[in-house]
């Protein structure tokens, strides 16, 4: 048990072997959301998005270290812990264009994608409904020795889903790893406008749970803070709490120019761009030849380009191809 | 069916509590819990649950009902077979999200690849005192809810064979318990077959049907043997389900009498009663020469004993209407 929220340590022992699958899940999140802004704006995409762009390492890092039987619980915002857990970019590519070869034959799109097969039990869009559901996906895994991850973001930590959840695993000693990733906005208001206390892994640790802080865009930190607490959830087994510290490079949704914030502050954010960040690392601490990153960089670029051609070619998703049953049977 | 009866009888409260056992017993996979649950519940319908099935598979929680229902949602996408109990239906409104947006959906939007098997037990309906928070019945928030089913028995045996139904069944869904019937006694007749969305005359006439639900049953009974007195024959018919509705049923009934009366506790706009009218005029207006609705009144139910014996229909408000509307002309053709 954990008093205070901890710091967790800076992970800089990932080493390049283990570093660069984790590189390339992070380019293609990165890719991946950049072709969705694109397709958007073609008309392919349909709604409203809610990209990812910034915080690829909070998810790729924490997924790095699940194995099967776990499970994972994540937001709207949440094609980059889909891909991160191995959904195919082809199939999420095609649900957020509503074609019939989507994870979900295109009958959720960006908000709503659900892949059970693959421990994704879903992306929740309404704020907080990932911590629930995380808690119970851990009634089932406490079973099998396995844990559940809930990944939500700073709002969520306001939500009645937050406080009743956290309180909730801890008395029913739940295997959960709560994953706040503190990316400083609910929408379009600063999280230290709306947040009482200011300090979000504090609130976890009052209920009783390790708790700590981590850096959400080194993915050598984030990496090694998931390995650590779901080495724990799993063991104890019990809940966990991380607060990734992030930053959102984009509004909150399609729609959102984001200019309520700062310039300094989204200046020093990208300077922290957790892609250059690790690049930055291979290339200098680690010496992997640039090219050997270039070359990544553009086995990701083919992978995704031709995921996307894949995508487009399905039909889409309308009366003709689904008939939906009301019940299971 | 499957129905085969004994010579005992058993209590409402005592279905529920032997659904749950035989369900527990028989499925590793069917956990139960809720607030005070594990010494019996406040209405005392799951005693000596806790002890046998231990407290991984049987436990008590904090008043959470958000994260209680949030949870089964979980467990139920991920394997297992939860039952919660919300120990009033008026708490429900705390874990609609998880109800309405997750449990009920999850079905649709994995492109049913991913069933969602868990049960809500809730106390429910007026006519204790409890006041206008604990009285409501909260059916008429989840019938507009496609992916929900809706049970609500009016008798002990079908307590229990339609909790096993609902326990085993791969679907959300929400199963109101009426706080008037938890002591009522009834025929043990055991149906380890019995399948939701499939309503039962459970009296059989020809001059008017009246559909009724839950504690109304027994009015609408009570009504039917003071209407044969006077030479009125009426059929009662139980849903038994809300979701999926038994129109047939009904249907078939309706051609034989040509008359419905439904009686709701609760309010005529937005309610099932009015529902259940509506889909009887629009599928079957050509067999009806009337059709009308006892229901609640449109405020909360009152707290004072006198003023909520006066908000419900009872057997004789029952009998009363049908005198008026049928009797009057089964008199008047005679």
């Known amino acids: 048990m954990t008093a205070a929220p901890?710091?967790?340590?800076?992970?800089?022992?990932?080493?390049?072997?283990?570093?660069?699958?984790?590189?390339?899940?992070?380019?293609?999140?990165?890719?991946?959301?950049?072709?969705?802004?694109?397709?958007?704006?073609?008309?392919?995409?349909?709604?409203?998005?809610?990209?990812?762009?910034?915080?690829?390492?909070?998810?790729?890092?924490?997924?790095?270290?699940?194995?099967?039987?776990?499970?994972?619980?994540?937001?709207?915002?949440?094609?980059?812990?889909?891909?991160?857990?191995?959904?195919?970019?082809?199939?999420?590519?095609?649900?957020?264009?509503?074609?019939?070869?989507?994870?979900?034959?295109?009958?959720?799109?960006?908000?709503?994608?659900?892949?059970?097969?693959?421990?994704?039990?879903?992306?929740?869009?309404?704020?907080?409904?990932?911590?629930?559901?995380?808690?119970?996906?851990?009634?089932?895994?406490?079973?099998?020795?396995?844990?559940?991850?809930?990944?939500?973001?700073?709002?969520?930590?306001?939500?009645?889903?937050?406080?009743?959840?956290?309180?909730?695993?801890?008395?029913?000693?739940?295997?959960?790893?709560?994953?706040?990733?503190?990316?400083?906005?609910?929408?379009?208001?600063?999280?230290?406008?709306?947040?009482?206390?200011?300090?979000?892994?504090?609130?976890?640790?009052?209920y009783g749970m390790p708790s700590r802080k981590v850096d959400g865009n080194a993915i050598a930190a984030t990496s090694a803070a998931a390995a650590e607490a779901i080495a724990h959830a799993r063991s104890t087994p019990g809940p966990v709490f991380l607060e990734a510290l992030t930053y959102r490079q984009l509004g909150h949704s399609k729609s959102d120019p984001a200019r309520y914030r700062p310039a300094d502050e989204h200046e020093a954010w990208m300077k922290r761009d957790p892609i250059e960040l690790e690049k930055a690392r291979l290339a200098g601490d680690l010496g992997v030849p640039a090219e050997q990153l270039a070359e990544l960089e553009a086995d990701v670029a083919r992978e995704l380009e031709q995921a996307i051609e894949r995508a487009l070619s399905a039909p889409a998703n309308s009366p003709e191809t689904d008939r939906p049953t009301e019940y299971a049977t | 069916m499957s129905a085969t009866a004994t010579d005992t009888e058993m209590e409402f409260r005592t279905g529920i509590a032997e659904a749950m056992a035989e369900c527990l017993a028989e499925d590793e996979r069917v956990i139960f819990y809720g607030e005070d649950v594990a010494p019996g519940g406040v209405f005392k319908a799951t005693p000596g649950l806790h002890e046998p099935f231990g407290d991984e598979r049987v436990f008590d929680t904090p008043i959470s009902e958000l994260a209680m229902v949030g949870a089964a949602f979980g467990a139920a996408v991920t394997g297992l077979r939860p039952v919660v109990e919300v120990m009033f239906g008026d708490f429900m409104t705390l874990a609609m999200d998880s109800l309405v947006n997750q449990a009920a959906k999850w079905?649709?939007?994995?492109?049913?690849?991913?069933?969602?098997?868990?049960?809500?037990?809730?106390?429910?309906?007026?006519?204790?005192?409890?006041?206008?928070?604990?009285?409501?019945?909260?059916?008429?928030?989840?019938?507009?809810?496609?992916?929900?089913?809706?049970?609500?028995?009016?008798?002990?045996?079908?307590?229990?064979?339609?909790?096993?139904?609902?326990?085993?069944?791969?679907?959300?869904?929400?199963?109101?318990?009426?706080?008037?019937?938890?002591?009522?006694?009834?025929?043990?007749?055991?149906?380890?077959?019995?399948?939701l969305g499939t309503a039962r005359v459970v009296r059989e006439g020809s001059d008017v049907t009246i559909v009724a639900l839950q504690r109304g049953v027994h009015d609408a009974l009570a009504a039917a043997e003071d209407l044969a007195a006077d030479g009125i024959s009426a059929e009662v018919l139980d849903p038994r389900c809300l979701r999926p509705l038994d129109l047939d049923a009904i249907m078939r009934s309706v051609e034989k009498t040509n008359r419905l009366l439904v009686v709701d506790e609760g309010d005529a706009l937005g309610g099932w009663g009015n529902a259940v009218l509506g889909a009887v005029a629009q599928h079957g207006l050509d067999h009806v020469d009337d059709l009308w609705l006892l229901h609640g009144a449109p405020y909360p139910v009152p707290y004072s004993p006198a003023s909520e014996r006066e908000y419900l229909p009872n057997g004789e408000s029952i009998a009363a209407t049908v005198r008026e509307r049928a009797g009057v002309r089964v008199t008047t053709t005679a």
């Open chain 2, 107 to 195: 079905w649709y939007l994995s492109n049913e690849t991913t069933p969602v098997p868990l049960v809500i037990r809730s106390a429910v309906g007026a006519g204790g005192s409890f006041g206008a928070i604990h009285s409501q019945n909260p059916a008429p928030w989840f019938l507009s809810t496609p992916g929900l089913k809706i049970v609500c028995p009016a008798f002990p045996a079908d307590a229990k064979s339609l909790l096993k139904a609902a326990i085993r069944d791969q679907n959300p869904v929400v199963f109101l318990e009426h706080k008037r019937l938890y002591s009522l006694k009834g025929p043990r007749l055991e149906d380890d077959g019995d399948t």
């Open chain 1, 6 to 206: 901890e710091t967790a340590p800076a992970g800089a022992h990932l080493a390049a072997d283990a570093a660069l699958p984790l590189l390339r899940r992070m380019l293609l999140i990165r890719s991946f959301e950049l072709e969705m802004q694109r397709l958007f704006l073609k008309g392919e995409v349909h709604g409203t998005t809610h990209l990812y762009n910034g915080q690829e390492a909070v998810s790729v890092g924490i997924c790095s270290q699940l194995r099967d039987g776990d499970y994972v619980a994540a937001t709207y915002r949440g094609h980059g812990a889909a891909l991160a857990l191995g959904v195919p970019a082809e199939a999420l590519a095609a649900e957020l264009m509503g074609r019939t070869s989507g994870v979900d034959g295109g009958r959720g799109g960006s908000m709503n994608v659900i892949d059970i097969r693959r421990g994704l039990v879903g992306c929740f869009g309404i704020v907080g409904g990932s911590i629930a559901a995380a808690t119970g996906a851990a009634l089932s895994a406490k079973r099998t020795g396995g844990v559940a991850v809930a990944f939500f973001g700073d709002g969520a930590t306001n939500q009645a889903y937050f406080h009743e959840c956290l309180n909730f695993a801890v008395v029913r000693e739940l295997p959960v790893v709560f994953v706040c990733e503190n990316n400083l906005y609910g929408e379009f208001t600063a999280m230290q406008r709306v947040t009482a206390g200011g300090d979000i892994a504090a609130r976890a640790a009052a």
